[in-house]
C-alpha cells in the first residue's frame, strides 16, 4: 500500500535522525526488508544485484526465534506488532520504502483481497512509506501483465498451504486454472503421504541451491504441460529461490513467469524509479 512519496519520506527521516549523515552515500535510497522470523533472507543482498543504480538496504527481523509457521502464530496479533515495529525500526534506519518477505504473512486466515490489505496498510500506517507483503507484490505483477488465466505452482508447499494459497488468489479474482506443488507434480515423494500438512525440506538436499533450482524448472515445465493456455504462472514458497534461472523459466513457459522473490525487487523498482538489470526478464518491462 502507497502511503506518500519516497523522496520525501527520506527527506523527514534525515531530519529526525540527524545522525545519519553518511557522507557520500546520503543520497542514495535506501530499501528495508522485514525478513521471516528465524530464516537466513537473501533477499536484502539479492536486490543490490538486480538493479543498475547503487542503492542501500537494510534488514530487520522479528524478535520471534521460536517461531513456528503454523497458522495461528502466522495470523497472530504478537507477529503483527512485531512486524510494525520492524517497519518502524526500518525507518529510523533511514529506509524510505519497506518490503515484508515471505508469502503466509499475507493469506492466512484472511476471507478477502481486502483484509490481505488491510495487513499491509496496518504495516504501512506505523511509518507511511511506501509498504508491500511478498503475496501483494505477486497479486499486483500478475495485474501488470494483466493475467486472468493463471496457474501456479506451490513449490514446497503442503497440500494444505497449496490449498490455501489457491484459494486466496480466487479471492482476489484470479481464475486459477491449475495449481500444484511438488508432490502432486511427483517430482518428490512424500514422507507421509496421508500428511496433508508435510511441507517438503529443500534444506535436506545434497546439494540445496542447485537441486532445488532443478526441481523449479521441472515443476514449471510440468504446470505449462497441465496449463498450457494459461496467462501467467506464479511461484510462491520464499524460499524457491528464482532469480538465478528466472530467465531460463521464462524459456521454458513462454509466457509471464511471476515468482513471489522476485516479484518484490520490480515492486521496489517501480516505486524508486530504479532501473532492473537483464536477469529480471519480463520484469524490466512491466508497469504498475
Known sequence: MISGSPDSQ?????????????????SLPAVGFISPPAWLDPAPYEFTTVIQEPVLTQQAIPLLPDFDFSFENLASEVLAE??????RTLQAAGCSVVVQVGNPFTWV??????????????????????????TLAV?????????NRIAIT???????????????????????IHASNFYQQGLVKQINPEDAEEHFRYTDLDNPVEALANLIKASVQSVKEKAPDCEA?????????????????EAITQCPVVPADTSVYWWVAQQLNLTLLPTMGRFRDLSL
Open 10 to 26: 527520506q527527506s523527514q527521516t534525515g531530519d529526525q535522525h540527524p545522525s545519519l549523515n553518511l557522507g557520500n552515500v546520503s
Open 82 to 87: 512485531q512486524l510494525c515495529l520492524c517497519a
Open 109 to 134: 486466515n484472511v476471507t478477502s483481497e481486502s483484509e490481505a490489505w488491510r495487513r499491509n496498510e496496518r504495516i504501512a500506517s506505523a511509518t507511511n512509506l511506501p509498504t508491500i507483503m511478498t
Open 139 to 147: 497479486v499486483e505483477a500478475l495485474r501488470a501483465h494483466q493475467a
Open 154 to 176: 506451490t513449490t514446497f508447499y503442503s497440500q494444505t498451504w497449496n490449498k490455501r494459497f489457491t484459494d486466496f488468489m480466487e479471492l482476489c479474482g484470479f481464475n486459477v
Open 233 to 249: 504462472i506464479a511461484i510462491v514458497g520464499t524460499g524457491a529461490r528464482t532469480l538465478d534461472i528466472l530467465l531460463s523459466l
